[in-house]
């Protein structure tokens, strides 16, 4: 098909590479550039006040008008969340998404009045596209947890990319056609590198299937003569769709809590994924006009969130849901680690409150992760056995333990490449060599803009959170530079001071030091100005604090 001629392909892991989020990858090729998703990540707890990490993507923002399209594996935010800031500075090159994940992202982009400059164009299982010169990209079928969600394969004039995306093989998906075996297949010997999800690399065994969740949740709720809560993901469109199929066999009505939830079935409604008459939900407030065994409450907050339903109902602030002796709470979703010991407090709780609790356990699936185990991987790798892979999608270890299931399978040692977040890999037409790194350390978002909060805001939050705030404020006459009186201290969550006298007065003493010091400089020289004395003051206050307390408080000097 094509007939120019050929130059070196380059692939950038440029991001979500690492870690289970932030995904964003690139092909190039001649002047030309796909992008394959856009996710945004969540901080760690050390980075106070930041809401979310993009790729960085200097390297593309140098190189705009090469970009041809973003094409978006599936709707979850870890691989479309960063559009919204991303678009602006690339120009708002046109997306490929499939029809769910198109709702999602168009449903955001009118949250922020940005849907009229963006050019989206939905795809499905039979979609093949032309894309600029050089490029054809294949979107095949796959299960996930979300509708359509695809495996992308890029075809260029030099070499082949398959993007796995988050996937698993389920053999009786609940709502949706299984993945597109026949098309994957047909890819086998036709990739030159495929990048494989490691979400899951260190189970064993097959993913349970969507279909065994929703019969197990139906049984169970079948036999409860009270209420039942679930608490769900909203972003587990598939599980939603098993709940609403259970509340229509069992004859309670929905009542929804939380506003991603809301938000996440109206859009499969609308999208005809999920289909419900209004008549089967009903509103927080009106929960009282039914019997308890007419009601099925879904609710956000599995992982103990502050604000969330769940968590709210278990410290009895809801306005609407309190529980009651007879109510059985269903926990329908995994604990990320980090949150476990939350989870159990708010569990505690509702236990506390008199109701009775189900979690997932190997006895009884009530929720399966939406992406493959071991066995679904080896499925998937049979399927389409590409030259080299690369596993993503996960830690160091997910994909080291990954690259030991390839090789397990037969794959030789030299064709498991480990990609770094921002590697380039540059394709000859028969081997992958190691390129040049393009930028790629995070972009730091919080309430207040793209990217203006930098370490030294980070670690600011970091201090205040930690050690609080001391300020010293010194009135000084501005013909003499005298210290007026004495100075005035106020402290933040760093000490009490009537219980710091002593320490007061040791800063106090050190400030006159300081100033004495300071007046004889700026007699000898012109350049000493008033803010050498603020800082001198500031540096040697912090280290006498820190020699007598171990704290580092934020210091501030205010003179007036
Ligand atoms: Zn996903
Ligand atoms: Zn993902």
């Not at 505690?348 to 009775?356: E, K, P």
């Not at 066995?375 to 270890?397: F, W």
């Amino acid at each position: 098909m094509f007939t120019n001629r050929k130059e070196l392909l380059k692939l950038c892991t440029l991001s979500g590479t690492t870690e289970i989020g932030r995904n964003c990858n690139f092909v190039e090729y001649g002047d030309e550039i796909v992008m394959i998703d856009a996710g945004y990540s969540f901080p760690g707890q050390e980075m106070y006040g930041i809401d979310y990490l993009i790729p960085n993507v200097s390297y593309l923002k140098q190189n705009k008008e090469k970009i041809k399209a973003i094409l978006i594996t599936h709707g979850h935010l870890d691989h479309t969340g960063a559009l919204k800031w991303i678009l602006p500075e690339l120009g708002y090159p046109p997306i490929y998404a499939g029809g769910f994940a198109k709702a999602l992202i168009e449903e955001k982009m009118k949250e922020y009045h940005m849907l009229d400059k963006v050019k989206i164009f939905g795809v499905d299982r039979k979609s093949q596209l032309r894309i600029g010169k050089n490029f054809q990209a294949t979107f095949i079928g796959i299960n996930h947890s979300i509708p359509d969600a695809f495996s992308i394969f890029l075809e260029t004039p030099n070499g082949n990319v398959f993007f796995s995306g988050d996937y698993k093989i389920d053999l009786t998906p609940a709502n949706e056609p299984q993945t597109d075996y026949e098309k994957l297949r047909q890819l086998r010997g036709r990739i030159d590198v495929a990048l494989m999800e490691s979400t899951n690399a260190t189970n064993p065994g097959k993913a349970p299937s969507e279909k065994e969740i929703f019969e197990n949740l139906a049984e169970l709720i079948k036999k409860q003569k009270g209420r039942v809560v679930v608490a769900a993901f909203s972003s587990l469109i598939t599980r939603l769709y098993s709940l609403i199929e259970v509340a229509k066999i069992t004859k309670r009505k929905i009542v929804l809590s939380g506003r991603s939830l809301d938000q996440a079935i109206d859009i499969a409604r609308r999208k005809r994924y999920i289909t419900a008459e209004d008549s089967l939900f009903i509103k927080e407030k009106d929960i009282n006009k039914y019997a308890d065994n007419e009601l099925l409450l879904l609710c956000t907050g599995s992982q103990g969130e502050r604000f969330a339903a769940l968590n709210r109902i278990s410290l009895n602030e809801h306005k609407f849901i309190k529980i009651h002796k007879g109510d059985l709470i269903i926990m329908s979703s995994s604990e990320i680690p980090e949150n476990i010991s939350t989870i159990g407090r708010m569990t505690d709780r509702i236990i506390g409150l008199g109701a009775d609790l189900v979690k997932d356990t190997i006895d009884l699936k009530i929720h399966s992760t939406g992406h493959g185990n071991q066995e679904d991987m080896k499925m998937m790798y049979d399927l389409i056995q590409p030259r080299t892979v690369m596993p993503i999608h996960g830690p160091l270890t997910f994909r080291y333990f990954n690259k030991q299931n390839f090789l397990r399978w037969g794959m030789r040692d030299e064709d498991i490449l480990l990609t770094d977040d921002g590697q380039t890999w540059l394709l000859d037409g028969h081997t992958w060599r190691k390129g040049k790194k393009v930028e790629s350390k995070p972009i730091l978002i919080d309430g207040l803009g793209v990217g203006d909060t930098g370490d030294i805001v980070l670690k600011d939050r970091k201090q205040l959170s930690e050690f609080g705030m001391f300020v010293t404020v010194l009135n000084m006459s501005e013909k003499s530079k005298k210290i007026i009186g004495r100075p005035r201290f106020i402290s933040r969550g760093f000490v009490y001071m009537k219980g710091s006298q002593e320490l007061l007065k040791e800063i106090e003493n050190l400030i006159y030091d300081i100033h004495h010091d300071w007046e004889k400089q700026s007699q000898n020289s012109k350049g000493i100005t008033i803010e050498n004395f603020k800082d001198a003051i500031e540096k040697e206050l912090s280290k006498l604090i820190y020699k007598k307390t171990e704290r580092e408080p934020i210091i501030l000097t205010v003179i007036i």
